[in-house]
């Protein structure tokens, strides 16, 4: 079982910085595939980033390479999303996901999922 917590969404301009933090709980989290994922308004979820339990294993939307960093501390059972040069559509709220097995990108397949934090970037 791993309960996760998002924090660090809010509202900022476009070409603005926010990192999003989600704090996990569970005796698995190190062993766990973590991954981003956002949901606009009316659109359905989609992936955005995912990490491997040792942080070798990283895969980005294409919407977000080069913009969004995600990573990783076990010590703290945290994983982080760092999110530079923000666009109005990346407005959504973002969820935090885990699951035992290898990165794959199908939210279907995560199987513990945060509450989510609101992210809105404005024009």
């Known amino acids: 079982q791993v309960l996760l917590e998002e924090s660090g969404g809010g509202l900022v301009q476009a070409g603005g910085s926010l990192r999003l933090s989600c704090e996990a709980s569970?005796?698995?989290?190190?062993?766990?595939?973590m991954a981003w994922f956002r949901q606009a308004a009316g659109k359905e979820r989609d992936f955005v980033a995912a990490i491997g339990w040792g942080g070798g294993y990283l895969d980005y939307a294409d919407s977000v390479k080069g913009r969004f960093t995600i990573s990783r501390d076990n010590a703290k059972n945290a994983v982080y999303l760092q999110m530079n040069n923000l666009k109005p559509e990346d407005t959504a709220v973002y969820y935090c996901?885990?699951?035992?097995?290898?990165?794959?990108?199908?939210?279907?397949?995560?199987?513990?999922w945060g509450q989510g934090t609101q992210v809105t970037v404005s024009s």
């Open positions: 569970g005796r698995t989290f190190s062993s766990s595939t």
């Open positions: 996901a885990a699951r035992a097995g290898r990165g794959v990108r199908a939210g279907s397949a995560y199987e513990f």
